[in-house]
């Protein structure tokens, strides 16, 4: 028996909103992008909420030896692919290494971080969605001029009130960092 479409009950696609722009990243060339150092990382916002209407972030970082965010959790979702190099991560206490050309999904409120235990620095792209911790990152983070920029050096008094600021914004971004 052929199926009968009804108009009164099927889902429907919204109209295009043409407000909204093509999104498009070279994040080796484009000087409009926002490079920041946060942990001694280096992340370069490639698509942030502004651009993809708060439904995700796209954030590129380049990891030095032995970097990587401290355990923390946070209430979104997380998928990290990586492009070069490979990143130790704990999940739930539990170890995962993840190699080039491999993707790993954190859900929502794990707990979890990130280690580039080898001796060369990793790259990996790191979605979150919702958007927002891309803003997080702008707002703790060091202005740096490119993807690949050294971290920021800095005095232990000036490591400590970075903590400070991150332990006491985190909650506005949905993260709660796990000292």
Known sequence: MPATISNHSTPTVPADDATRQLGFA????????????????TYTMLLRGKDTGGKYCLIDMHVPPDGGPPLHRHNFEEMFTMLDGEAEFIFRGEKKVVRAGETIN????????????????????????????????????????????????????EKKAAMEKSLKLAPQYATELLL
């Open 106 to 157: 954190i859900p929502a409120n794990a707990p979890h971080h990130f280690t580039n235990r080898s001796k060369t620095s990793m790259r990996m792209l790191c979605m979150c969605v919702p958007a927002g911790q891309d803003e997080f990152f702008i707002e703790i983070g060091d202005a740096v001029p490119t993807r690949t920029s050294p971290p920021t050096q800095k005095s232990d008094a």
């Open 26 to 41: 070279q994040p080796n060339t484009d000087d409009s992008l926002c490079h920041v150092c946060v942990a001694g990382d």
